[in-house]
Nanobody
Framework: QVQLVESGGGAVQAGGSLRLSCAAS????????MGWFRQVSGKEREFVST????????SYADSVKGRFTISRDNAKNTVYLLLNSLKPEDTAVYYC?????????????????WGQGTQVTVSS
């Protein structure tokens, strides 16, 4: 089992940047596919990005492609999401998730463990 703790959220103006971090407990972090999702109150949780166990393979939602970058540091048990050129529509609670299987997936139901979320608010 793994516990995930997100940090780095906050309030920024449109065009600004944030870097989210997700620290994982345990010594098997490198065996998990990691993902970032976001959710607006009253809406379904939305896929943002995912990264494979090695960090070489990534995938992004079309809405964030070219603006967000996912990365991981297996030595630090941490996955990151760099958010650039933020837009008001990026406002949401951002969740980190871990998947025990090797294949990257974009659907929330494919992930086994979740963090508590961190709020990102972008003002126009």
């Amino acid at each position: 089992q793994v516990q995930l703790v997100e940090s780095g959220g906050g309030a920024v103006q449109a065009g600004g940047s944030l870097r989210l971090s997700c620290a994982a407990s345990g010594r098997t972090f490198s065996s998990y596919v990691m993902g970032w999702f976001r959710q607006v109150s009253g809406k379904e949780r939305e896929f943002v990005s995912t990264i494979d166990r090695s960090g070489r393979l990534t995938s992004y939602a079309d809405s964030v492609k070219g603006r967000f970058t996912i990365s991981r540091d297996n030595a630090k048990n941490t996955v990151y999401l760099l958010l650039n050129s933020l837009k008001p529509e990026d406002t949401a609670v951002y969740y980190c998730a871990a998947r025990t299987s090797w294949a990257i997936k974009t659907q929330a139901r494919e992930y086994d463990y979740w963090g508590q979320g961190t709020q990102v608010t972008v003002s126009s």
